[in-house]
């Protein structure tokens, strides 16, 4: 395990040509703080836990002291935001501290959010506030840990330093990892700046960085494009599966590796609400969670035009139009599981679609129904009363279950075996909005403990922890509906 000196930056994106970055000083809090370590994070990059303890992590990560080889820089990009495209956007609070070469030949991006501002700050402050830092620090490991692609939260300091918002918060710093930073809204720049050797300069880069055996192949910009278009799907598939709305699908917060990326006011589903928008200056519901799905394609029109001088029209058309099925196919797959079937049936869509149907009318808790249906009893005339409790009437999910108990019947299901697979599937705690809105409140005051023990429960969803019960149930009163804005 090595040390911060030790840690090795082979940061090629800096090198890139001038036009896609900003070399730009950190502006760092002079009281910066570590207020929370992610041990797992800590280990991607090969860092020893105990590195978190000296005084100079919070000065490296919080952009006070520049270790040899960090090169900072702000990317710059463009991006439609809710369907309006911005010309120029970029790093506004965030630099690339330098891009970490590891043991095992991995590359991350060291990735420092609210250190102050850049050419790309368009006015803003270039900070950013606990109450946002709390909320991506949570929900980067929840994500990981039901298997989900994402960025990665490495620390957050925190700082007395006034930020000011809708009301004057303490400022704060998340440090993140991600193996690039990379957006759609990158490409669109390079595209609208009319500057086509540019895209072409940056598909390079990500093709051999990330898609190498693409490399040589004469078609491989398609090909790339083909595989942003398959991750994109993989991703959306996934989010609609654990009832994950991420509030802001603008282009400029859209991975070109298909992570989810930016968290801002996003919400898990408590309710199945289909038309749920988390976000509240999201008026017209452009992001509802049950939008997403042709969100995820209309980005990926954007990105298939940026992408135009490198790809004939057919070929962007040809790979748009596998968004759709690879999305059906994935999020099928992850459903089926989530139902505890191992088999394939040509009815289980529509078994689905029914169940789907039958949560919304009820606005039946999404994941508790799901933890719940793991303990689905198959024997004839058995009653499933923790179940259908959750139904108001309960004779539509009665029939519902007789077709389920059918459709597992038919494969041989046992009950005990599926209920052990089940529980691995279905998390038994998800990142609500009350859970990190309490976690907020206690570091505000002045106390993380809370923060580390959400990021410890959420690493391990699916086990049982019995003295965090509460945090399996439904959300309290205070916690329904909790509004959560754009202002981070
Ligand atoms: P977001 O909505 O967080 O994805 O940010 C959209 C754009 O606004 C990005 O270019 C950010 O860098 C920029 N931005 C957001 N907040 C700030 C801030 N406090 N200071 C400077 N730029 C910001
Ligand atoms: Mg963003």
């Known amino acids: ?157 925190g700082s007395q330093q006034p930020v000011y918002r809708e009301a004057v918060e303490t400022g704060a710093m998340l440090v993140r990892l991600a193996p690039s930073h990379v957006r759609f809204g990158t490409f669109e720049y390079f595209h609208h700046s009319e500057q086509p050797e540019h895209v072409a300069t940056l598909a390079d880069h990500v093709i051999a960085a990330h898609f190498p055996q693409l490399q040589g192949e004469s078609d491989r910009y398609a090909r790339f494009f083909e595989a942003v278009v398959e991750r994109t799907a993989f991703l959306f598939a996934q989010w609609q599966s654990v009832g994950f709305a991420h509030g802001v699908l603008n282009t400029d917060n859209l991975s070109i590796l298909g992570l989810t990326l930016d968290y801002g006011p996003y919400g898990f589903l408590d309710d199945f609400e289909p038309g749920f928008v988390c976000n509240h200056s999201d008026a017209r519901g452009r992001y509802a969670f049950d939008q997403q799905p042709r969100i995820g394609l209309w980005n ?69 129904f799901f933890r719940a249906l793991g303990r689905f009893d198959t024997t004839e005339g058995a009653r499933q009363d923790l179940l259908r409790d959750q139904f108001l009437p309960p004779t539509g999910f009665d029939a519902w279950a007789e077709r389920y108990r059918a459709r597992l019947r038919a494969e041989g299901s046992v009950d005990t075996e599926r209920r052990v697979r089940m529980d691995r599937e279905n998390p038994k705690y998800v990142l609500r909005n009350w859970v990190a809105q309490r976690a907020i409140e206690r570091a505000q005051a002045g106390d993380s403990a809370e923060v580390d023990r959400i990021l410890a429960l959420l690493a391990a969803p699916f086990d049982e922890h019995p003295d965090s019960e509460e945090y399996a149930a ?4 205070w916690g329904r509906h909790l509004a959560v804005s754009c202002s981070s």
């Open 1 to 157: 395990m090595a040390t911060l000196e030790q840690l090795r930056f082979d940061n090629t994106y800096a090198r890139l040509p001038a036009g896609f970055t900003a070399r730009v000083a950190p502006t760092p809090f002079p009281d910066a703080h570590v207020v929370s370590v992610n041990p797992a994070a800590m280990k991607l990059l090969g860092l020893d836990a105990a590195e978190a303890l000296r005084p100079e992590f919070a000065q490296v990560l919080g952009g006070g002291r520049l270790l040899p080889g960090m090169e900072p820089v702000a990317m710059v990009y463009a991006g439609h935001q809710f369907g309006v495209y911005v010309p120029r956007l970029g790093d506004g609070r965030a630099l690339l501290l330098g891009e970490v070469r590891t043991d095992s030949g991995d590359k991350w991006d060291l990735h420092l959010k609210g250190g102050g501002p850049t050419p790309y700050s368009r006015g803003g402050d270039g900070r950013a506030v606990l109450r946002s830092t709390v909320r991506e620090y949570l929900c980067g490991e929840a994500m990981h840990a039901l298997g989900i692609p994402t960025t990665r939260a490495l620390c957050m300091l």
């Open 474 to 477: 439904s959300p309290p009163a």
């Open 300 to 368: 990926l029109a954007c990105l298939g035009e940026a992408l135009l001088s490198l790809m004939t029209e057919d070929a962007a058309r040809a790979a748009l139009a596998q968004y759709q099925p690879r999305f059906a196919v994935h999020f099928l797959a992850r459903m089926r599981r989530k139902l505890g079937l191992r088999e394939e049936r040509a009815e289980d869509r529509d078994l689905l679609e029914s169940l789907f149907g039958l949560l919304a009318e009820s606005r039946v808790d999404y994941a508790r």
